[in-house]
């Protein structure tokens, strides 16, 4: 098997970053993955979806890596200087998505036939419909162990993301003259949204920013006709693990809002946490500080393809990846390139970790047979 060289990781990732992939324009960027991941996977395949898919080895305990190809709107130039790679996807979340795909490449070898281990390149993560995740649960079997392919930080692992639910408020009122008292559309909307920032400050829930509720108004569009004033509200609520998003709609509902408004719950998700003594945090931990580091688990306020699988694949589960989650979306997107590089270390010992616990496990049964 031959090894992924530094070299060659890097210009993997270069050569996505470069490629434009907003949701729901992946192609060029899925076989351009398909590509590199053919090199040494057993098998590699855009399905049906539009996921980029690669799978190596035929071992009894299966790890899947799950990231995405799309990246938020706008094109920050893409530039290697001063050894940071800039770029859209650079850190959210095309970083992480390589360095999956070298660590498995690279680290093959040493896992033997303990592992089978697919990587999945989603599509429109980055849109409600998480199409690729959504396809990914119907169409492969459940793994045994989930890395989802997110920002982290190379010394550190997230173990929960919160959950979140899409509110839109609307409200229409006759024209009138601005020098009458009357509220319009507008007015009317802005105490809806003071209704619900209320409403978050006092549901509370656990300690730090995981454990409350965070509301953010995401876009207000008014028109008039000269008949009709018009507003609507879109917002975005990140729930707590303490605060389902069915229940969270069901509390909105119930809301005293002003007369004429009205409340329309959108998509929702529930809150991931996973268990920190898996054996997949586990191999983490030992692969952090193999590499140097001082491992530490952490908690997104985001959400992510984890909250969308959790359900079908109730397994040991947790997010890693090299970068800044903090510059996601942003103009100033960038991953220093010896981090994405220990990140691949990082995933191939772990990698290697899981495979150690799989060869203790099929020996014990071969014992007790």
């Not at 290697?80 to 998505?97: C, I, N, P, Q, Y």
């Not at 999956?100 to 999945?120: D, E, F, I, N």
């Not at 609520?237 to 005293?256: G, K, M, T, Y």
């Not at 010992?349 to 020996?363: D, G, T």
């Amino acid at each position: 098997m031959r090894a992924v060289t530094d070299a060659e990781a890097l210009r993997l990732l270069e050569r996505l970053v470069a490629i434009r992939s907003p949701s729901g324009s992946e192609r060029e960027a899925a076989e351009a993955l398909v590509g590199a991941m053919a090199e040494t996977a057993d098998a590699a395949f855009v399905d049906a979806a539009g996921n980029a898919v690669g799978e190596w080895g035929r071992g009894p305990v299966n790890v899947t890596f799950l990231g995405h190809l799309d990246t938020a709107p706008g094109w920050p130039p893409v530039r290697l200087e001063d050894g940071v790679l800039h770029g859209r996807g650079s850190v959210d979340a095309k970083g992480s998505l390589c360095a999956a795909v070298a660590a498995v490449a690279r680290s093959r070898a040493r896992w033997g036939h303990a592992l089978s281990v697919r990587v999945v390149g989603a599509v429109q993560e980055e849109a409600p419909s998480s199409r690729g995740a959504r396809y990914a649960v119907r169409a492969y079997p459940r793994p045994d162990h989930l890395v989802v392919c997110e920002p982290s930080g190379w010394d550190r692992y997230a173990l929960g993301y919160k959950g979140s639910l899409y509110v839109t408020l609307r409200a229409e009122t006759e024209a009138r003259h601005g020098a009458r008292e009357e509220l319009g559309a507008a007015e009317l909307v802005l105490g809806a949204h003071a209704a619900l920032r209320a409403w978050a400050a006092a549901r509370g829930g656990g300690e730090g920013v995981f454990g409350r509720v965070q509301l953010r108004l995401i876009a207000v569009n008014t028109r008039s006709d000269g008949l009709a004033e018009r507003c609507a509200a879109r917002l975005r609520l990140r729930l707590p693990p303490s605060l389902p998003w069915r229940q969270a709609a069901a509390e909105l509902r119930s809301l005293a809002l002003p007369e004429g408004v009205s409340l329309a719950v959108g998509s929702g998700l529930d809150a991931v946490v996973a268990d920190a003594r898996s054996d997949l945090a586990r191999a983490f931990r030992v692969a952090v500080r193999a590499v140097g580091g001082t491992p530490a688990p952490v908690l997104k306020t985001g959400t992510s393809d984890w909250n969308v699988v959790a359900r079908s694949w109730p397994v040991p589960t947790l997010a890693y990846g090299p970068g800044d989650s903090g510059l996601d979306h942003t103009p100033a997107e960038r991953v220093p390139v010896a981090e994405y590089l220990r990140s691949i270390d990082v995933v191939a010992r772990a990698l290697e970790e899981l495979a150690a616990v799989a060869w203790q496990v099929a020996s014990l049964a071969v014992e007790r047979a």
